[in-house]
């Protein structure tokens, strides 16, 4: 089975607006404590969202061109033995091909931003 080509990283408010400023982001607390960004496939979104955001509120979920960062990205085991896409750098807007609020659709899960 191919990997995605587009992954998600869940941004605060804050996170969010230095990155449209800056164009580049070093990664959340949790990112700088483990040496990469962490990012989630759409299928591992939610779940995503649910354990390590709940409660919080003003968030946005940024698509990421995992192709554009290039041997950046690692495919690495984590929560249940899942494969999650890392990235050993920063994120840099250039390869961010979409973004948005968060917010759920009907059955609860997180809607992904639009892209092209």
Do not use: C
């Not at 969202?49 to 495919?75: M, S």
């Not at 050993?88 to 968060?102: E, I, Q």
């Amino acid at each position: 089975m191919s990997k995605p080509t587009t992954a998600y990283k869940v941004l605060t408010n804050e996170q969010m607006m230095a990155l449209e400023h800056d164009g580049t982001f070093a990664g959340a607390p949790v990112d700088l404590q483990d040496g990469y960004i962490h990012l989630s496939t759409a299928a591992q979104l939610t779940e995503t969202v649910d354990k390590h955001f709940a409660g919080q509120e003003n968030l946005h979920v940024a698509a990421v061109d995992l192709e554009a960062l290039g041997d950046k990205i690692r495919w690495e085991e984590s929560r249940g033995g899942q494969l999650f896409p890392h990235i050993y750098g920063p994120l840099t807007l250039d390869t961010v091909v979409a973004y948005s609020a968060l917010e759920r659709l009907d059955d609860g899960t997180v809607r992904l931003p639009v892209t092209g």
